[in-house]
């Protein structure tokens, strides 16, 4: 910010808002307007302004979307705008979906970096380095650039590069034309974006642009020494706005490509495919808090929509998405990370997770007619291991409050206790259209049957002996399919197995009074 300050030639971008509003916090509110000043004026550009510059081969679309939401809306707050073009430089490899997904969220165009090397190469041969990227909602300008997102070499002088003085600033000129009419050969247009920087740099901006400014001076200065060379600090709205010009006045035409980059290689032994699969953990991790969060959601909307329920939990839920959003990093979801930090990951997604769970279960009951939130004694809620996200254990000793008070289990064994009383299963199905979902949880017994509350029908149930539960006192698995409608909740009990093969009379009761309340939609 004090290198941009009183210089308004010099320009700057930043992508990943996370970083960002984490030195926002920390500034004074006389620093916040000198920045909202150099947004405004445009040497401050913020480019993609996602949450994180996400991975694209294993986030779902729905957590890529939820990322560059929560980045694009902390922009809109803080200083009134929103990014129209896009920054992808550093995902290993890019998918057909991301031009897709920018198109709609009014991107104008998008800088790639890692497309596999082979390819590359041909690229520059063919002058297609730039094209127009085609998606069904129309095409995307895309550019691809030329030799990574670092600084020329031998031009960052964070890295301890000569700096440029009166006696050397001719030759570092010559040899910086050199570089940059080499990689003009390989765009159509007179344009040619140039990147300076790299991971971790600017720590010294003043240092850089001191430098930068020399050559800029010297080959601007010598039109004839540096064959009409023109350099200056731009962003990417100052590119694009100026190719867009130049293709206009020129009548030039950009190829179409359609497909993806992957799998994404740097050289011929060098294939970047092992984080499709690296930290399984933490991969899964990110679906489960993703499905989970996405659960709770809608059943709160729809418990504060159509019951007294208050606001609740909203804090948490979106919590819950800024660190899924966190954990969609390039180096995050890819496991491209070191362990620490992979824990770490992990860590916050559970957190996630236990928000969503807290969510779900009060949206649910009050749903159900049951209490307007699950009480502490309780403790937290997870879904029984290997049933899915979207079920939840109640179990009580009154009928009554059979759904109020849901508790965490730490096993895979569900030791259904004085099944007098019954097990009940909540399942809830957050998607807008029915599923059918095999629940399969550990029981302690095997004379038991299952029966669907709301229509006091027996489901056809399996109980099968299990050697792997048996060490947790859960000696048989017992295992049905429910059908739940979209945005709808299915109660199910597991109940002692009754000599007429029908509901228990208790079961009879519970449904009898539930017909009027029981939520579907």
């Known amino acids: 910010v004090t290198a941009l300050e009183g210089h308004p030639d010099r320009r700057f971008i930043w992508a990943e808002i996370s970083f960002f509003h984490r030195w926002w916090n920390d500034q004074s509110d006389r620093r916040r307007e000198v920045v909202r000043g150099l947004v405004s004026s445009g040497q401050l550009e913020f480019v993609s302004g996602g949450w994180v510059q996400n991975d694209e081969a294993n986030p779902s679309f729905v957590s890529v979307i939820e990322q560059i939401t929560w980045g694009h809306e902390y922009l809109f707050r803080n200083f009134g705008k929103r990014p129209h073009f896009a920054w992808n430089v550093d995902p290993f490899g890019h998918s057909s979906v991301t031009p897709l997904l920018f198109k709609q969220m009014g991107f104008e165009a998008v800088v790639l970096n890692r497309i596999r090397y082979d390819l590359k190469d041909s690229f520059k041969r063919a002058q297609t380095m730039e094209f127009l990227w085609e998606t069904p909602m129309g095409d995307l300008f895309a550019h691809v650039l030329h030799t990574h997102y670092s600084a020329p070499q031998g031009f960052d002088w964070e890295d301890g590069m000569p700096q440029v003085t009166a006696g050397n600033v001719g030759d570092r000129a010559r040899q910086l034309q050199g570089i940059l009419s080499d990689r003009a050969n390989a765009y159509r247009t007179c344009n040619l974006l140039v990147p300076f920087g790299d991971d971790f740099k600017f720590k010294r901006a003043s240092y850089q642009f001191e430098n930068m400014d020399q050559l800029i001076s010297e080959i601007n200065s010598k039109p004839q020494v540096y064959q009409n060379l023109h350099l200056r600090y731009a962003t990417l709205s100052d590119y ?123 949206g649910a ?40 008070l849901l508790v965490k289990r730490e096993s895979s064994t569900w030791s259904s206790g004085p099944l ?91 449904a009898a009074a539930a017909q009027g309340s029981r939520f579907f939609t």
């Open 240 to 362: 694009f706005k100026a190719v867009s010009a130049e293709g206009k006045d020129t009548n030039i035409t950009f190829p179409v490509f359609k497909g993806d980059f992957f799998p994404y290689a740097d050289n011929a032994q060098s294939y970047w495919t092992g984080f499709y699969t690296t930290r399984p953990v933490l991969k899964v991790e990110s679906r489960l808090a993703e499905s989970i969060l996405h659960t709770g959601s809608v059943f709160t909307a729809l418990a504060q929509a159509i019951t007294s329920i208050p606001p609740l939990h909203t804090h948490a839920i979106r919590e819950g998405w800024r660190q899924v959003s966190l954990s969609q990093h390039h180096d995050g979801i890819t496991g491209t990370c070191r362990a620490p930090v992979a824990d770490d990951y992990i860590s916050r997604l559970r957190n996630a997770q236990e928000a969503g769970w807290k969510a779900l279960v009060e």
């Open 365 to 404: 009951l009050a749903l159900l007619g049951g209490v307007t939130h699950a009480p502490s004694a309780g403790g937290t809620v997870t879904a029984p291991p290997n049933a899915g996200p979207e079920v939840a254990s109640a179990s009580t000793s009154a009928p009554e409050s059979a759904a109020a």
């Open 420 to 510: 007098g009383e019954g097990e009940r299963i909540i399942v809830a199905n957050g998607l807008g259209r029915s599923r059918k979902k095999l629940i399969s949880i550990g029981i302690d017994r095997a004379d038991v049957q299952v029966t669907q509350l709301l229509h006091k029908e027996n489901v056809n149930a399996q109980v099968v002996p299990s050697q792997l539960l048996a060490s947790e006192g859960g000696n048989f698995q017992l295992t049905w399919i429910a059908h739940c409608p979209g945005m709808g909740l299915c109660t199910f009990v597991i109940e002692p197995l009754q000599p007429n093969g029908k509901a228990s009379e208790q079961v009879e009761e519970e």
